[in-house]
């Protein structure tokens, strides 16, 4: 291992550890219930972008239907919770492993395609799901789960006072998701990964086992992503299955990283960073008219830094300034 | 459930398969062109209907009349698209799929945006057309008319495409930019400009597909996003880049969404095309009629 590259991840786990402990310091000063939201939101999909990252940026494969185990995640905890009274924090371990097992079994077929033949399989499937969910009685079909209030505990991971815990919380997911990557980026996987996304061929005749290596990508960036839909359940108390398992989810996970820099360890942070608060507050400030300017602005921004900075933002920063330009 | 439904069903779901295949065409031929997916493309579908409608309302021009206004308007729009977004967008070094998908998606949801701005989410319609809501009745089956003109408009341009593509020079030119761009530039064609007329033949013939649906759908400014993901997956069944692949792909589609909607409850009609396209591509990676 060349030590440029080990000086710059020890470099990396440092400055993570400073941006996590001065997040944890931001609710001291930040009370406005309001912002903590969007700050809550923030975390979560900086998350979710770094799971679905591992799968589509890192080993190549481009999925839009995250949605599907975000909505798997969050209907897992809902639930095991509003029928058999397990606790949400079960639900979320099921949902993560539920969701793994479902990426290894669609992982099975879907990895034999190829390019848009893929990507269109993983749209097509979470909206099958989709429509499944809605017309699935028991699960409440269209109309969803409402998550009645049992408590306010860490136990129940229910809080009604406060939402500081839901931001720890998240912090502690965007942390683990970071982490992961992390520690995935130098193992065996990560290099099968970025052999398997630079050229599959090349990979299977020098001996990597490309299509193990997607289903691990695979299984990986679903349990993490349930976790995140678990979470986001237990946020937001009312699920249905637009609004967990929509496309909209499945691109909202993806565009962080594509405009912060997909496949590098900061991208999806600094795109999560950036975009969430910029759709919140667009929405909010000028969306309320319901007249589209909130579309038409964001809309403007993917288009724009997609042309202008097809490697993502996080080439801006000295340090990872190579590794986005490869 | 008697042999009639079942004939009359699948009768409708034959022309609703044409019209499917009319508005994905113009998705395969700009992927065949030059391996892009326009990700905007049910956005394209969704101003052309309301270019119509508003012909329609405001200067009482009849759809049949306007299709051919409303292509041509389409045609130019389709051109700039290119040389505004896409051109550009093809010049990514560095994660070119990516770039492609998002910048025609981010256009996507600017268009949705406007239309949300100018024309209100409102629903609206088309009344008292020439052909609105009119059936004709062929052997005992009752078919809707505007359906009907659609599919016969969807054979004749499917016909003339083919003529074009492959008894033109301007087809020839296309033809030989998709198998090498580069040495097309030898021979002094300009492949921004054969991309531009790519680009502005897949809009004008989605800006049909939308001056037909506006007759009987309903016209809203998220219209587009219900028709896209039967596109792509019409395209992607006949196999991306087969402009016959596309027909064939719509007819398919059409006579799955009509049987479906005969064994599962409506909602769900959209789950037998789904089925049927991964089982497809998992048999046979490529789609039906693509090329590796």
Known sequence: MDTAFAERRRRDLIVAACLAAIAALVPLFVKDVYVQNIMVLTLMYAALSQSWNILSGYCGQISLGHALYFGLGAYTTALLFTRFGVLPWFGMLGGGLISAAIALALGYPCFRLRGHYFVIATIVIAETALLLFQNWDWAGAALGIDIPVRGDSWLKFQFTRSKLPYFYFALVLACIAWFVTWWLEDSKWGYWWRAVKDNPDAAESLGVVVFNSKMGAAAVSAFLTAVGGSFYAQFVSYIDPESVMGFQFSLLMALPAVLGGIGTLWGPMLGALILIPLTELTRSFIGGSGRGVDLIVYGALIVLISLARPQGLVGLFSWHRKEAMR | ?292
């Open chain 2, 1 to 292: 459930m008697t042999a009639e439904t079942i004939i009359q069903s699948l009768a409708s779901g034959l022309l609703m398969g044409l019209l499917y295949g009319l508005i994905a065409v113009g998705l395969a031929l700009i992927f065949g062109l030059m391996d892009v997916v326009n990700f905007a493309h049910g956005e394209f579908l969704m101003i052309a209907m309301y270019a119509t409608f508003f012909l329609f309302a405001f200067f009482a021009v009849d759809p049949l009349l306007s299709a051919p206004l409303v292509a041509a308007a389409l045609f130019l729009f389709g051109a700039v698209v290119y040389l505004l977004v896409v051109r550009f967008a093809m010049r990514a070094k560095a994660n070119a799929g990516m770039v492609q998908i998002f910048s025609t998606f981010g256009l996507a949801i600017v268009m949705r945006g406007l239309a949300q701005f100018f024309f209100t989410p409102d629903y609206r319609s088309i009344t008292h057309s020439w052909l609105g809501g009119k059936t004709v009745s062929i052997a005992g089956i009752f078919l809707p008319v505007p359906q009907l003109f659609g599919a016969l408009v969807a054979i004749a341009a499917f016909g003339a495409l083919w003529f074009f593509i492959n008894r033109t020079d301007f087809g020839r030119a296309l033809e030989a930019t998709r198998e090498d761009a580069g040495a097309v530039a030898l021979v002094g064609i300009d492949k921004n400009r054969v991309f531009a007329l790519g680009w502005g033949l897949g809009a004008a013939l989605v800006g049909l597909a939308g001056a037909i649906m506006a007759i009987f759908f309903y016209i809203y400014p998220d219209v587009g996003a219900s028709f896209a993901l039967i596109a792509y997956v019409t395209v992607a069944l006949g196999g991306f880049g087969s402009v016959f692949g596309a027909f064939a792909g719509g007819l398919l589609v059409g006579l799955v969404e009509a049987t479906t909607a005969l064994i599962l409850p409506p909602s769900l009609k959209s789950v037998g095309i789904y089925a049927v396209y991964l089982l497809v591509v998992f048999v046979r990676p490529r789609g039906l009629f693509g090329s590796l």
